[in-house]
């Protein structure tokens, strides 16, 4: 694993005042190996799981069909009692055929459900435990804050208190349990990014993505 280490300062310009920050320490092998890793398995399931969700050309035509011969029935049953006969044998039809599209309904959502239960639970559970032991205790990047200013005072505005990475990425660094377990085993987990909120951010990039493409071919 390659590391970087740098040190950037920053200066207090722009529209809201900045304590400078210092970047200690950056692994962007492991980063890009992370973000990788996050993207491609939150791809992989998002794709198994849309593959369930869109219907296949066996059931789109079957509805086709029922379609098609529901509208001969109310066609026929409009006729009157002339056509009684054949009118009850395609509503007969009909019912078959509707209890044959919810049998297939059925069964596709219950697939779906498993589905769904052993990639997104189960998979990203075990991918989080793999990135959490092979990375536990490995920050990938880390923010030194610098020292307190003796005395720097101007008339308008006191200086700014130093600010830890924790800080600056609140209220997101204390949110649920997974940012906490993402700190755990580093040496400074204050200013101290975990491997697990890399892999996070790959898969919540994913997730976005595919989002708005279910959106887009299930309407």
Known sequence: NATTTT???TTMT???PHPPMELSEVRPLDICLLL?????WELISRTTVLTMKLKPQSMLKKEVALELLTKETNALRKLGPSKFVETSKLERQVLAKEKELQTIKEGRKRNQEQVEKIVGRYGNLTLAALVFVFFYGVPVMTLMA????SVIETDTMPAP???TLRDMLFPISSVGMGMRLARWGLEDANNSMGALVVMWSGQVFISKIMDGLEAFLLV
């Open 7 to 9: 040190t950037t300062t």
């Open 14 to 16: 722009g529209y809201l």
């Open 161 to 163: 208190p130093p600010q």
């Open 146 to 149: 610098p020292e307190p200013p």
């Open 36 to 40: 990788a890793a996050g993207m491609g």
